[in-house]
Every structure is written in structure tokens, then in C-alpha cells.
């Protein structure tokens, strides 16, 4: 028997899961990801190395998560920037600007996303494609909505031309990161 109801995890559960997340973002501020480890996350989150593993395989697996959901947020923010009103050029200075900002928010987490991610290996490689092809995605459709009030229709970007401008705002991002 399968039951069509998900369980929603207890209160204490969820804490010490965000907890677990603070502290990853804690140590990785600290010591980036190559420094942490384990016992610098447990240590931060007040919890104990079984309480990491039931809700972890490894950092590796809790970093993931963390640059996840930070990523889901700040496309969040990016996408409300350019969905508020204003003129084209208007919305797009703000969606820029709130994802620079954000980026100087956690400078040291952003820092951690652009320099180590590699470091999650094979793993990490779905992920950043699943990434980049996300924000494509946001960028396309962000594109069309832009487009949809001009008087003269040009034809939809190809999803590729997003992948390109992701891609190419990576490399700004790098670079700058490279010649702090």
C-alpha cells in the first residue's frame, strides 16, 4: 500500500535542516568550500555529525542544496525586477542591478558558487548545467515579454543565444571575482 499523502517533515527536522544550511553557509564564508567540512558545519549548526547525515551524503550534497536554493532566489528577484513597470531599458537596469546587488549581499558565498563549484565534481556538473539552463530559460522568456510591446515584431531569440549571454555573464562575473 502507497500512500497518496506526503508526510511533511517535523518542525525539528526542518530546523535542523536550515540550521545545517546556515552553517554550511557559515563555514563556507569563513573557510570556503574547500576549507569545510563536516565537523565545521555540525559545529556551527549546534547539531550533532548523525543529525548532518540524515538529512546529508556529504557537504558536497548540503552545498548543492545551498547554491540551489540561493540561485531559485535570486532568479526570483531578477524575475520580479523585470516583471515591475517601467520602461524596457528601466526594467532591465533594475533586474541587473538586483542581481549585482545580490551577488554583494554574500560576497563570499557568490565567490564560493563562481571559484569552487567545481569542486562538486560530477554531481555539481548536472547541476550547473541544470543551472545555466534555467536562467537561459528565465532570459528567453524574459526577452519575449520585453518584445511583446514593441510595435515591430522580431522573432524569438533561439534558446541557444540565452545560453550564450549566461554563459557570458558568468565570464564577467569571473573575471571580476579574478581581479578583486
Known amino acids: 500500500w502507497v500512500s497518496t499523502q506526503t508526510e511533511q517533515p517535523s518542525e525539528q527536522y526542518a530546523d535542523h535542516h536550515a540550521r545545517l544550511l546556515e552553517g554550511l553557509a557559515d563555514s563556507i564564508r569563513a573557510r570556503g568550500l574547500s576549507g569545510t567540512t563536516v565537523a565545521d558545519v555540525v559545529h556551527s549548526a549546534r547539531v550533532s555529525r548523525r543529525t548532518f547525515y540524515e538529512h546529508f551524503d556529504d557537504v558536497v550534497d548540503a552545498y548543492l542544496e545551498l547554491m540551489t536554493w540561493l540561485g531559485d532566489d535570486m532568479l526570483k528577484d531578477v524575475q520580479a525586477a523585470i516583471e515591475s513597470s517601467g520602461t524596457t531599458e528601466e526594467r532591465i537596469d533594475r533586474a541587473v542591478g538586483r542581481y549585482l546587488e545580490r551577488l554583494d549581499e554574500e560576497p563570499e558565498l557568490a565567490r564560493s558558487y563562481w571559484l569552487e563549484y567545481h569542486l562538486t565534481g560530477e554531481r555539481g556538473m548536472g547541476s550547473a548545467v541544470t543551472?545555466?539552463?534555467?536562467?537561459?530559460?528565465?532570459?528567453?522568456?524574459?526577452?519575449?515579454?520585453?518584445?511583446?510591446?514593441?510595435?515591430?515584431?522580431?522573432?524569438?531569440?533561439?534558446?541557444?543565444?540565452?545560453?550564450?549571454?549566461?554563459?557570458?555573464?558568468?565570464?564577467?562575473?569571473?573575471?571580476?571575482?579574478?581581479?578583486?
Open 131 to 180: 543551472n545555466t539552463e534555467r536562467t537561459a530559460e528565465l532570459f528567453g522568456r524574459l526577452a519575449e515579454e520585453l518584445r511583446a510591446g514593441e510595435e515591430t515584431r522580431r522573432p524569438p531569440l533561439p534558446f541557444e543565444a540565452m545560453v550564450m549571454l549566461t554563459g557570458s555573464i558568468r565570464e564577467i562575473v569571473l573575471h571580476q571575482f579574478e581581479h578583486e
